[in-house]
């Protein structure tokens, strides 16, 4: 990418996350000195970011959002960078492909305890490596989706009758060019993009201008991030209420982990996404496309750190399908009570899973009653008990702090700067030596007490999931896993753990926010928030189906409106 189309991208990119107003972008006659034919493309007529917003609104992603509901969230406004995962998914519908490039080279994002999704809108800011590799990843696209025919025949709405067919290549654009930018071009943005037709004309081959138009497309910033600007609401200054593509974006993006479709966006074209029974029978249509079985895998991965689990491939491949095929029978087959989840006493095990765990092989994979093992739900899954593991064992503080973290909501501090968090290196058994934070006098022990009495109840099963008696490399160690919920009674193992935890009101209230959080793409500044305990009732009221809380955040109010 030249200097003048890398500025551009930068400049929009920075404007938007600072919280400017107004149009963003040169004026559409404004011209580069790129030519496109070399591989990197100028925004047609100099135009970064499409050269407009929806009218009216400014932006200011770090605002407070008090919320038409009461709700004291921080509500995502501004721009919402795609994830490496739903930049893939987005690529794939767009093109038809099955490329993960995306996943590959983008930039990984910042995660941490308090912003484990990856869609956290302040986990990548614009910088050269994301500029040069949106521009290489742009080109593949394009010059791959041009030498399939399939896929010509996916994104052309029509015949060309040659290079110079201006009326076919319009057509592609305006059509095309929705689908990326996830909104109707304006006359001034098509007649830019037009200009790519004299290369065709020059080469001969109208698909030149198609690829060039790809390329260009694919690094518009408002094709990888998603602008949620609005419109101000009358009499409540500060409050906007999102546009019908804007809805439409959100509501593909958080249900099914990509794009809108072409009915979706049409839906949004004709206002029918205006209230709340609209948006509910969307969020409704949307759940049953095969793509949310993976967005809501995708949810689980993230919000209980198992997203990447470091592994034997065909180990990993055996625990991710187990978990996935519990969350799809308790989710989508059953529609069932989520707590299942965590209670479900038959898991998916196929032969290579059952030799790790210690059950006797099946005949071929499928539901197993894995009560006889001590299993029990999601928390007794190799998933889970490898998202925390050290590389050489388990940590049972990182483990305590997880489930207090992400399923409880009750948040642990770091440690203070000053204090040596190691344990000593000694003889004595590690459980032993875990226990000497709760010693009389420690600055550790408000902290600990709250976290390792979680972990040492799953010490039974290493950092694969595999049941053990004693320490690793250490037989003279038995482990006898007794373990304590602060607050509930104590537990042996993660069966056990789990029937604690789905008789605690803050498993929902937990639930909820980080819902909020996965579809809003922000952190919850205040935990306590009433729009998480109202949405954790509800849901409660309806049985625990996790589809009716999906849809309760989506036709919330405060999921269509953002503060400035």
């Not at 099914?256 to 479709?261: E, F, K, L, N």
């Not at 095929?325 to 059952?354: G, M, P, Q, W």
């Not at 992400?406 to 948040?411: I, K, N, T, V």
């Not at 642990?412 to 003889?427: G, H, K, R, T, W």
Request: with cysteine.
């Amino acid at each position: 990418m030249t200097t003048a189309p890398r500025q551009l991208f930068a400049m929009f990119t920075l404007f938007i996350l600072a919280g400017c107003s107004g149009m963003i972008g040169t004026a559409p006659d404004d011209k580069t000195d790129v030519d496109p034919r070399g591989g990197t493309t100028s925004r047609p007529g100099g135009v970064a970011g499409s050269g407009t917003t929806n009218p009216g609104g400014t932006t200011n992603p770090g605002a407070t959002n008090p919320g038409p509901a009461g709700s004291q969230f921080v509500f995502a406004s501004g721009a919402r960078p795609l994830s490496p995962v739903e930049y893939d998914a987005t690529i794939r519908d767009l093109l038809a492909e099955t490329s993960t490039s995306g996943q590959a080279t983008l930039p990984e994002p910042a995660l941490s305890r308090e912003l484990p999704f990856e869609n956290d809108a302040p986990s990548k800011l614009p910088s050269n490596v994301l500029i040069d590799t949106l521009e290489r990843l742009a080109v593949e696209a394009a010059d791959r989706a041009v030498k399939r025919p399939e896929t010509l025949t996916r994104i052309l709405p029509c015949t060309p009758k040659g290079p110079a067919d201006r009326v076919c290549f319009e057509s592609f654009l305006a059509r095309f060019g929705r689908r990326v930018l996830r909104r109707p071009l304006e006359r001034p943005e098509i007649d830019g993009y037009l200009r790519f037709q004299a290369f065709a004309v020059e080469k001969g081959d109208f698909n030149e201008a198609v690829r060039l138009a790809l390329v260009a497309l694919l690094q518009e910033p408002e094709f990888y991030y998603r602008l949620e600007v609005g419109t101000p609401v009358a009499g409540k200054p500060g409050l906007f209420r999102l546009g019908s593509y804007e809805v439409a974006t959100k509501l593909s993006y958080f249900l099914v982990g990509t794009t809108p479709d072409e009915p979706l966006l049409d839906l949004a074209a004709a206002g029918k996404l205006a209230d709340g029974p609209q948006i509910t029978s969307t969020a409704r249509t949307l759940l049953a496309d095969p793509r949310a079985r993976a967005r809501l895998y995708t949810f689980h991965a993230e919000w209980l750190g198992f997203a990447s689990i470091q592994h034997d491939p065909q180990l990993v491949s055996s625990m991710i399908a187990e978990t996935r095929a519990l969350i799809d029978d308790v989710v989508f087959t059953r529609n069932a009570d989520y707590n299942e989840l965590f209670l479900s006493e038959r898991s998916f095990i196929d032969a290579n899973l059952a030799r790790h765990y210690g059950i006797p092989v099946p005949a071929k994979a499928g539901w197993l009653d894995v009560r006889p093992a001590g299993r029990g739900g999601l928390l007794s899954h190799g998933s889970f008990l490898s998202a925390v593991a050290k590389p050489d064992d388990t940590s049972p503080v990182n483990r305590g702090i997880l489930i207090s973290d992400r399923m409880l909501c009750r948040s642990i501090p770091e440690p203070p700067p000053d204090v040596d968090a190691s344990l000593p290196m000694d003889s004595t058994c590690r459980i032993e030596r875990f226990k000497k934070h709760f010693a009389r006098g420690s600055s550790c022990i408000a902290c600990h007490a709250q976290v390792d009495p979680i972990g040492f109840g799953l010490e039974n099963y290493d950092r694969t999931g595999k049941y053990r008696t004693v320490e690793e490399g250490r037989p003279a160690c038995p482990i006898d896993g007794a373990g304590e919920l602060p607050g509930k009674g104590a537990f042996k193992g993660p069966a056990a753990l789990g029937r604690l935890l789905v008789g605690v009101p803050d498993l929902d209230r937990c639930l909820a926010r980080h819902v909020v959080q996965f579809a809003s793409g922000r952190h919850p500044e205040a935990v306590a928030d009433p729009l998480f305990q109202r949405l954790a009732d509800e849901w409660k009221r309806g049985g625990h189906r996790i589809s009716d809380l999906l849809v309760a955040v989506a036709t919330d109010s405060s999921f269509v409106h953002r503060q400035q």
